[in-house]
């Protein structure tokens, strides 16, 4: 059944409040658990991004898709399974969420609101692992879309970021949105301001690179195998869509 875009949008806000909330809820928990283990905070981090991740997915990908990635939503909308004006009202309310997600978790931890992150990660070495991080979290969505394996969505894009925040130097951000949410924490998982152009570059070059690697998998695209999201709308359908 087709939801109303009010009620997507709704879905996206919370959903990327919550992503926000246990991507930098469980670095600050880390952070203050595992002091001066810094494997061992990482491990903490990934481990709970990747749970929460697959739960949030298959708790709002039947309403709205479940992207919380303006990314996600731009290249689903470039191959038609996303109205062009539903991705550009995705936009602001993906970045909202995250930032209203870092705020609730600093005030959970007894922090100030709002404290600026300090963490400096721009480097060429952190842009390349962006643009191969979110290459391959467009790959896992959209192959899994084209393959009529959708209800393998939320595992696999919670395995794959927990997976990242490992393989990369990056810890693979893979999302302009949750990009400019941590850059509200000053923790374990924050990126400083003078960082993020880097990340957000790279996201948006990774995602156009991945759309090229999608079409040349899949270049027989139908109308109905592009409206893909996390959790298939109706028992019977057969394609997906979800983020990070």
Not at 63 to 79: E, L, R, T
Not at 130 to 151: C, D, K, N, P, W
Not at 160 to 180: E, K, L, V
Not at 202 to 223: E, K, N
Request: neutral net charge; contains cysteine.
């Amino acid at each position: 059944m087709a939801q109303p875009l009010s009620r997507k949008l709704l879905a996206e806000y919370l959903g990327s409040l919550l992503l926000a909330a246990l991507v930098i809820g469980s670095g600050i928990a880390a952070q203050r658990l595992s002091p001066h283990d810094t494997g061992l905070e990482l491990t903490e981090n990934a481990a709970a991004t990747a749970a929460g991740l697959y739960a949030i997915i298959l708790m709002f990908g039947p309403v709205s898709g479940a992207h919380f990635n303006p990314v996600v939503s731009f290249v689903d909308a470039a191959f038609g399974g996303l109205p062009w004006r539903h991705a550009l009202a995705y936009l602001p309310i993906q970045i909202v969420g995250c930032v209203s997600g870092a705020v609730l978790v600093n005030l959970m931890f007894g922090a100030s609101a709002v404290s600026i992150s300090t963490t400096h990660r721009a480097t060429l070495a952190h842009g390349l692992s962006e643009v191969v991080a979110t290459i391959g979290l467009i790959l896992v969505i959209f192959a899994l879309a084209r393959s009529g394996r959708a209800e393998r969505a939320p595992a696999a894009v919670g395995a794959y970021i927990g997976a990242a925040y490992w393989f990369t130097s990056s810890a693979s951000f893979a999302n302009p949105a949750i990009t400019i949410g941590r850059m509200f924490s000053n923790s374990f998982a924050g990126i400083a301001p003078s960082s993020a152009p880097l990340y957000l570059a790279a996201q948006v070059v990774g995602g156009g690179l991945a759309v090229l690697l999608v079409r040349a998998f899949y270049p027989d695209i139908t109308a109905r195998q592009a409206e893909t999201v996390a959790v298939p709308h109706e028992p019977t359908m057969s394609t997906m869509d979800a983020h990070r």
